[in-house]
């Protein structure tokens, strides 16, 4: 494992597996995992056991639906897909996000510090 | 919105459990063998793989873990578990639950059972819309407080007032309805038309009273209660239009009033059976401003309308009506009471007093309880230590103690309830008498809040104790004296507790000490004649008889002759108007020296009993001067009076009262013959404020014109006999019915009876209250006896060892007893304190001992200290059978 990886925080996990699910559609939570590996560009690490409670809370929530199907190398896997409500949840989560981030970046840049 | 969805999944998820976990298993299964397909298609080995893809996954189990906790509610499930570990532990221990369940039964079912009869009759007793702008209507005279308006004063304030929605008057009426089976004496309102819209009830069928026919003239129409109607005419839906015959005259049955609303009935009164206008009553005295004649007024006031309002408009009423008819209203004024006062008045301090003392018993209930979950915790300490040891923190330990004080707070309340509707039951139906009539006790939400309400108190109260209790002990301490963890703290607990029950226990038995002693002494109370053997019964003639005063006389003395020749009777006389204890018949009176005086409305009242010559002989009332009536004081003799020595000796004080003449508002003077005893009208106990105290005898043969039907209507008669009066209800009423065939016979008792019923108030307080204390004293005794069996066993090595080195059985006797002593000691010693305190609040329902009366506290305390060494000796004599061997080695 290279130390330089970050950990997933909380509640980004939520955001990131609605928009995994948007873009892919129905996915194993295997499938997921990689996915949010894979689009970090390697420099998050999921430890994948996390993944499942996330998972479980969303479907909870209403946000996402899950039914068992088969995978492409033929292995039996449950997959989860996007609700409409899950699909308003991830626009208004996005929408804070990029709030939240413009703000930070507001404060962080040098040149336009407040007086 | 999404997070309560999340909360009923999880709620959901608490079920299934197995086949939830059998779903994870599969899913996670899955996700393993397509990371190891994958890591195998990068070039992986097999067992590389397999390590790589259980790495990343982050372990199995502890996955699942985490899984379980999101899946359902942690904190319920452990709960859950809790309850079904108290559940177990009480059921292993049912000696214990058995005992604890029903102490905390009997706390809360005596709170509940009170608060049930103090909802129905102090909280809520009107059961109509808007109780709280219903008032009572009072009049105010100069020497009287609380008197009626005469009908035409309310018929001038019913229409000229702006405050109120509606003004009505009742009166309550007796009628003797004949035909259609045996003539029977009913009870019933006479009411203006506007009365049951402005309590706001309706009909079971047909219509209630027009305006029109509330006027004199008018067809003779009647409502029946639903009492009459369904036992007289088996509930017939075609009534209306039927005729009834009510004192000789027929009525047409318009409707049927509901019987569960009752209407404004009265302490002792019975449901009412007819109501009629009252408008149409043609007798000339309600028309007349300076007569009541029993009418009462109720109103009700407009929304929006203050009662201060209500009453300044009252108040210029009072003015208006004075000035304008002066010689009649002098003096008058007006004033409003909330109806639920006048009802609930007499009541209020009993039962805030009773709901005080059943507060005491559930104290001491929870004492109790309190100091048997502290016994069985103290042997549990080991198990919380390893409970402790293993990972529990004291948070859930002390929860699992709570939740078991829990469980047994409900199951007690249960009980409780279950009891309290059970003794309710039985309460009212010994002593219905001692409520207000319009009361409707029973158990409902209200009663159940309530009980469930002191349940959480009192499952607080003691389950707080053993919990806190335990917060503090040592752990390291507790495992190393293994399960014997005895701390002097813990005895001090356990006493105080005792000496609380004991404090709370003597307060009780005291303040029922007082009110038995009261009771005691208001039945030793001389009533001014002699109540043994001797009969009642009141009698109504038929409208012919009435019709003349030489008819009504014969009728009066063929009914005193038939009864006083039945063999065993000694003597008997008619009274009219007052009977001791019932009834209230009074006129305003001055002495003929003195010229009459402009206003009558300030002068004295009297009570006037009408009654035959042989009146004072039955009742056994001491003539002390000049002598008693005679059959020759008729008609046609100079009318003459007896009067009470009360009279006598404040209206002529110093003077010989025979001679001496007495004017009664209209007619000639009256002499004074004789002088008779006091005797005590209003009751056993103090004359109630405001009631007339003079009393003057008439002969009822000097009685005629308008007042003598109205006072035969009910005509009582007494009966001396020599045997028991009872024997004598059948000659009566064949003598009777031989004189009046249409005469109802009623109202029969002895006299002793009435004095009883007169005390209905004094001994629903003072049985309630001895059963609060006897329940109290039961606990505290069980309570002491467990403690002090608990210490004693404790100590049986110590015992032992004394025994041993040479200890007598008389003293660890005395060991033992002082230990139990000691705890009582304290108790009655504050107790004491409290209840010279206490008792002085109850003050106004003693009668004849003082509140701090020494007998009752000094007996008491005797009583109690009996008790406390009867419930430690049998501990006490058990220690000193401990054999110094056995105690020895059993360590």
Redesign the interface.
């Known amino acids: 494992m290279t130390g330089d990886k970050t950990d997933v925080w909380q509640g980004t996990l939520a955001l990131m597996v609605l928009k995994t699910l948007e873009a892919l559609g129905a996915l194993h939570g295997y499938g997921i995992a990689r996915r949010i590996e894979q689009t970090s560009g390697d420099l998050l690490s999921v430890n994948y056991g996390t993944l499942y409670p996330a998972l479980l809370k969303l479907e909870q929530e209403g946000y996402i639906a899950s039914e068992w199907g088969v995978s492409d190398n033929n292995r039996k896997a449950k997959f989860y897909k996007l609700t409409r409500a899950g699909r308003k949840q991830l626009e208004k989560e996005a929408r804070e996000w990029e709030q939240t981030t413009a703000i930070l970046a507001r404060f962080l840049s040098p040149g336009e510090e407040p007086r | 919105m999404?997070?309560l969805?999340?909360w009923f999944?999880?709620l959901g998820g608490l079920f299934g459990k197995e086949q939830q976990d059998r779903?994870?298993a599969?899913?996670?299964e899955?996700?393993v063998?397509?990371?190891i397909?994958?890591n195998l298609r990068a070039g992986m080995g097999p067992e590389e793989a397999r390590r790589d893809a259980l790495i990343?996954?982050?372990?199995?189990e502890?996955?699942k873990e985490?899984?379980r906790?999101?899946?359902g509610l942690p904190w319920l499930e452990s709960l859950l578990q809790d309850v079904r570990f108290g559940l177990r532990m009480l059921r292993k221990n049912p000696g214990f639950t058995a005992v604890a369940i029903l102490t905390l039964a009997l706390g809360i079912g005596a709170n509940a059972a009170i608060y049930s009869v103090i909802d129905g009759a102090l909280l809520n007793p009107i059961p109509f819309p808007h109780p709280d702008r219903i008032v009572d209507i009072h009049a105010r005279w100069p020497q009287f407080q609380k008197a009626m308006l005469s009908y035409p004063n309310f018929l001038d304030i019913q229409r000229e007032n702006a405050t109120f929605e509606s003004i009505a008057v009742w009166r309550t009426e007796s009628f003797t309805r004949t035909g259609l089976g045996d003539p029977e004496r009913l009870q019933g309102k006479m009411v203006s038309a506007n009365f049951f819209s402005l309590l706001g009830i309706r009909p079971l069928l047909g219509r209630t009273f027009r305006a029109e026919e509330d006027q004199l003239g008018a067809a003779p129409v009647v409502l029946i209660g639903e009492g009459l109607w369904k036992r007289r005419f088996g509930a017939d839906p075609e009534i209306s239009g039927k005729s009834i015959t009510l004192d000789g005259k027929d009525y047409t049955v318009i409707g049927v009033v509901p019987s569960d609303v009752h209407l404004l009935r009265f302490r002792g009164s019975f449901f009412d059976d007819v109501f009629l206008p009252v408008g149409q009553w043609d007798n000339g005295l309600l028309r007349d401003r300076r007569n009541s004649l029993g009418l009462r007024t109720v109103g009700r006031i407009k929304n929006g309308v203050t009662f201060l309002q209500a009453q300044a408009e009252m108040d210029r009423f009072g003015k208006s009506l004075a000035a304008a008819y002066p010689g009649v209203n002098d003096g008058l004024s007006v004033w409003i009471e909330p109806l639920k006062d006048d009802l609930v008045g007499n009541i209020r301090p009993s039962l805030l007093m009773l709901w005080g003392a059943v507060g005491f018993v559930l104290l001491i209930a929870c004492a109790n309880v309190a100091n048997l979950l502290l016994a069985r915790s103290s042997g549990r300490t080991q198990e919380f230590a390893i409970r402790a040891a293993l990972g529990a923190g004291r948070a859930r330990i002390v929860r699992q103690l709570l939740v078991e004080s829990i469980l047994l707070v409900l199951a007690g309340g249960a009980v409780g309830v279950g009891l309290a509707s059970w003794g309710t039951r039985g309460l009212l139906s010994i002593l219905p008498s001692a409520l207000p009539a319009v009361a409707r006790v029973g158990i409902n939400w209200r009663v159940l809040l309530f009980a469930l309400g002191v349940s959480a108190v009192a499952g607080i109260l003691f389950g707080m104790v053993p919990a806190l209790r335990f917060s503090k002990t040592n752990l390291q301490e507790a495992l190393r004296e293994s399960g014997r963890g005895n701390t002097g703290a813990h005895h001090r607990i356990q006493g105080a507790l005792v000496a609380a029950e004991f404090g709370l226990a003597l307060v009780l038995l005291i303040a029922a000490g007082l009110l038995i002693r009261s009771l005691e002494k208001v039945w030793a109370v001389n009533p001014g004649f002699d109540p043994e053997n001797l009969l009642t019964f009141s009698v109504s003639f038929s409208p012919g008889i009435m019709s003349s005063p030489e008819r009504t006389h014969a009728a009066l003395h063929g009914v005193v002759d038939s009864v006083a020749a039945i063999p065993g009777v000694q003597a008997a006389s008619v009274d009219l108007g007052v009977l001791p204890f019932e009834g209230d018949s009074e006129t305003v009176f001055w002495p003929d020296e003195k010229p009459k005086p402009a206003r009558t409305n300030e002068l004295p009242l009297t009570l006037t009993y009408f009654v035959g010559a042989d009146y004072f002989q039955t009742m056994r009332i001491p003539l002390l001067r000049g002598r008693a009536f005679t059959p020759a004081d008729d008609l046609t003799a100079s009318p003459v009076l007896v009067v009470d020595e009360d009279l006598a000796n404040s209206i002529f004080p110093g003077e010989d009262p025979i001679g001496k003449r007495l004017h009664f508002g209209t007619g000639p003077s009256q002499e004074i013959v004789g002088v008779v005893g006091h005797v005590r009208q209003w009751g056993l106990g103090t004359d109630p404020k405001g009631a007339v105290h003079y009393q003057t005898y008439w002969s009822f043969k000097q009685l005629a014109g308008p007042l003598l039907p109205i006072l035969a209507s009910t005509t009582y008669v007494v009966v001396r006999s020599a045997r028991s009066p009872a024997s004598l209800v059948d000659p009566i009423r064949r003598g009777i019915h031989a004189i009046d065939g249409n005469a109802p016979l009623y109202d029969v008792r002895t006299m002793r009876e009435i004095m009883a019923a007169s005390l209905a108030e004094r001994r629903f307080s003072m049985v309630l209250l001895g059963v609060f204390a006897a329940i109290a004293l039961l606990l505290a005794a069980i309570g002491i006896y467990g403690v002090v069996s608990y210490l004693a066993a404790q100590r049986t090595h110590e015992i032992g060892i004394r025994m041993a080195l040479g200890a007598r059985p008389g003293d660890v006797l005395r060991m033992v007893l002082s230990q139990g002593g000691r705890m009582a000691l304290v108790g009655i010693a504050v107790g004491l304190a409290a209840s010279l305190a206490l008792t002085r609040l109850m003050v106004t329902m003693l009668f004849g001992v003082s509140a701090t009366d020494p007998v009752t506290f000094a007996g008491v305390v005797v009583f109690l200290l009996g008790v406390v060494l009867l419930a430690c000796w049998i501990p006490a004599r058990r220690a000193t059978r401990v054999d110094p061997m056995v105690a020895l080695r059993y360590e």
């Open positions: 999404s997070a969805r999340a999944v999880r779903k994870l599969e899913e996670l899955s996700h063998q397509m990371h397909d994958d990343k996954l982050g372990g199995i502890q996955t985490t899984y906790d999101r899946r």
